[in-house]
């Protein structure tokens, strides 16, 4: 599993209008192939009158799953260039589909890939980015009294407190990086004085919000 990867927010959409023409870019994630072409005939459904439907997509940590279609439009004028925003991008597990209606004015091969690549990136900026980082929850178990202390810690940490169990003795459930469980366990030990029961709980992925440069 990879410690940390960028991709999209589950779906979103975003139209913008060039020389006449009207440029509609959907995106989604998409963790499988089959899921990604699902997605692209739902918007082909849906925009069964649209001029064209062109497509793109990135599937799997590795990047193996490429995938670009021009939909009849002149061959590497739009499902390359939204490809690239993909890729330029570095975003993982994300498909996009840009309808057109045709609006009278020809853009040209030029003026094509910059229709399709500029309404990928509006697109996925009203959708959003995420950075999905692999986190190890880590659960600790203190007294009562200690709990303003610990507490007040780690919520002024890099660490991420999930939550606060109150059972017999208190449990907050801690979110660390991958790889940084160690260094927690020191510090915890630290500041609790050795009086913290520390447990590893299961790895997930935890998504935190891109802000767009």
């Known amino acids: 599993m990879l410690e940390s990867y960028y991709t999209v927010k589950p779906e979103g959409s975003e139209e913008v209008t060039i020389q006449k023409s009207r440029f509609i870019g959907y995106v989604k994630r998409c963790e499988t192939e ?16 649209a001029t064209h439907n062109c497509s793109a997509y990135m599937i799997g940590e590795n990047d193996l799953i490429q995938k670009a279609n021009d939909d009849g439009e002149p061959s590497g004028t739009a499902g390359v260039p939204m490809l690239e925003v993909l890729k330029k991008r570095g975003l993982k597990d994300t498909a996009v589909v840009v309808t057109r209606y045709f609006g009278g004015i020809k853009l040209g091969a030029g003026g094509l890939i910059r229709a399709y690549g500029s309404t990928t990136s509006a697109a996925i900026d009203t959708t959003g980015v995420v950075k999905r980082q692999l986190m190890q929850e880590m659960k ?3 007294e009562y009294h200690l ?22 003795n208190v449990e907050l459930i801690v979110y660390v990086e991958s790889g940084l469980e160690e260094e927690f366990e020191h510090w915890m030990i630290d500041l609790t004085s050795g009086q913290a029961t520390i447990e590893k ?9 891109v802000t767009p440069e």
């Open 201 to 209: 709980g299961d790895a997930s992925y935890v998504e935190f919000d």
């Open 34 to 49: 089959e899921e990604a072409q699902d997605f692209i005939a739902q918007i082909k459904k849906k925009h069964h009158d």
């Open 147 to 168: 709990l303003g202390k610990v507490e007040n810690a780690v919520r002024n940490s890099t660490y991420t407190l999930e939550t606060i169990n109150y059972l017999e």
């Open 140 to 142: 600790v178990k203190i």
